[in-house]
């Protein structure tokens, strides 16, 4: 444990007793963040069944599991949703399924928005249609706000807006999800499963409390998507390559993986304990101090990486619009939920770089996440 890894004690963390047998639906479990929440809900004792594309070669997903029971799926896809969602009948939805990359979404709009939006849109009409679910977690991103390229944090109450196709679909889900909810869930009536020749009338029944989650950059062993500062790095350093850079002054809000979980899991509690009342969108970031350019982070993993690792800034003639300054204010999550951040970003780089080094080695990758993981919560603990 680094210097700034010091616990703070009594830290809210997520309750066992409450997850131990809960029946969670799990969207999105095969990536990065996804893959280590289904460990975490299985070490908490949660019964999981989850629903995403098929793993990626050489994915978290594929070295870390099995992530309880899994089913191969498309978001865009809304019978196959909610023929996997109703019969397992869920008591708590979290939807982490998204096209989650910028620089992909430049390339793929379309699909972009069609996941993004749709999907998300999809789900919530299944859980409308399946009287079980209670609590409803919907992770969006920190990118979802009108960005003005300020230094100051972005509140949950501000404008919503994206300059790109990415963040543009997460503003757009989270437009949606708040009509979802006004409009069909904050009362719910429940749908037929299958829509008869001639409509049913809906029953109607306590309400479905659904919050949207925006958290900041995070970073973790095991990430290996393309075009994120973290997995880039890595790669280049197994490879004894510099390496490359396209936005050093760029500023983002890093957390440990594991830090905007914890939210998801408390959020879901919250849903589940206090209702309608906790239905609202919700800031998951780091102290302002962690909101860093990308120049600092790559130095701070040069060093710590060793072994003549380097870096150097590329010029990228016509490169896409990406946000230069970013941060999230996450004092609503700090007083309501009593969630807060255990580990500064030097010690949440620390963590990753030590996990890709022993993967490297030899270690385990599931074997990883939940040493990992136990530290964690050790943390709040101590």
């Avoid at 809960?22 to 996804?34: D, S």
């Avoid at 379309?110 to 679910?133: K, Y």
């Avoid at 010690?347 to 990883?368: C, I, K």
Wanted: net charge neutral; proline share 7%.
């Amino acid at each position: 444990m680094g210097p700034g890894a010091s616990a703070v004690a009594n830290l809210v963390g997520p309750d066992p007793a409450f997850w131990r047998g809960r029946r969670v639906f799990l969207t999105g479990q095969t990536g990065f963040k996804g893959a280590w929440l289904a460990v975490w809900l299985q070490r908490l004792g949660a019964e999981v069944r989850g629903f995403a594309l098929p793993a990626e070669p050489g994915s978290l997903a594929l070295a870390a599991g099995p992530l309880g029971e899994s089913l191969d799926g498309d978001i865009r896809d809304p019978m196959a949703l909610a023929a996997a969602l109703l019969p397992f009948r869920p008591e708590v939805v979290l939807h982490l399924a998204a096209q989650a990359l910028v620089r992909r979404s430049y390339r793929e709009p379309v699909q972009t928005f069609a996941t993004n939006v749709m999907g998300s849109i999809h789900l919530l009409e299944a859980v409308r249609r399946c009287p079980s679910v209670r609590a409803v977690v919907m992770v969006t991103t920190d990118k979802c706000y009108a960005n003005r390229e300020r230094p100051e944090p972005y509140s949950e109450h501000e404008a919503l807006g994206g300059d790109d196709p990415y963040s543009a679909s997460k503003a757009a889900t989270e437009i949606a999800v708040a009509a979802w909810r006004r409009s069909f869930l904050a009362r719910k009536e429940v749908a037929p499963a299958i829509a008869p020749a001639k409509a049913a009338e809906p029953t109607a029944h306590a309400g479905v409390a659904v919050a949207t989650a925006r958290a900041g950059n995070v970073i973790g062993g095991g990430d290996g998507a393309e075009d994120r500062l973290l997995p880039d790095c890595i790669r280049a350093l197994r490879a004894g390559r510099s390496i490359e850079i396209r936005n050093p002054a760029a500023t983002r809000p890093w957390q440990h993986v594991l830090e905007p979980l914890c939210g998801y899991l408390l959020l879901a509690e919250a849903l589940w304990r206090d209702g309608t009342g906790m239905a609202e969108a919700w800031n998951f970031g780091p102290a302002l101090a962690d909101v860093q350019p990308v120049g600092q982070v790559v130095a701070e993993v040069v060093r710590l990486w060793g072994e003549g690792a380097a870096w150097h800034v590329t010029d990228q003639p016509g490169a896409v619009h990406e946000a230069r300054l970013l941060a999230v204010d996450a004092t609503k999550a700090r007083a309501r939920l009593g969630w807060q951040p255990r580990l500064a970003l030097a010690d949440a780089l620390e963590w990753t770089v030590t996990w890709h080094r022993q993967n490297a080695a030899g270690a385990e990758a599931r074997a990883l996440v939940v040493a990992d993981i136990d530290r964690y919560v050790a943390l709040g603990s101590a």
